[in-house]
């Protein structure tokens, strides 16, 4: 059974950090690329950032520079570094493999101004 458990949101303000953790569990976590989601309030989920197995990585146009995602196989935790927050970024974390259908609870971030 996949099970994803997101970790590491909180509050602060413009300009902080935070970094995100993601276990995971139940599948085969380093034959898979693992995706970082966004949910903002009333807008849909959006792709924020992918690693490959090859730690080949990509991003949404709006967290370029300032987000990193990386992963630990040994661990099978996926992290998204987040740096120079801006409100926009608030919203709900999520991780998943880009080949998995199931979802986690997600983690909060909210970055006041």
């Known amino acids: 059974q996949v099970r994803l458990v997101e970790s590491g949101g909180g509050s602060v303000q413009a300009g902080g950090s935070l970094r995100l953790s993601c276990a995971a569990s139940?599948?085969?976590?380093?034959?898979?690329?693992m995706n970082w989601y966004r949910q903002a309030p009333g807008k849909q989920r959006e792709l924020v950032a992918s690693?490959?197995?090859?730690?080949?990585?990509n991003y949404a146009d709006s967290v370029k520079g300032r987000f990193t995602i990386s992963r630990d196989n040994a661990k099978n935790t996926v992290y998204l570094q987040m740096n120079n927050l801006k409100p926009d970024d608030t919203g709900v974390y999520y991780c998943?493999?880009?080949?998995?259908?199931?979802w986690g609870q997600g983690t909060q971030v909210t970055v006041s101004s």
């Open positions: 998943k493999p880009l080949t998995g259908k199931s």
């Open positions: 139940g599948f085969f976590f380093n034959i898979n690329t």
């Open positions: 690693i490959s197995t090859g730690d080949s990585t």
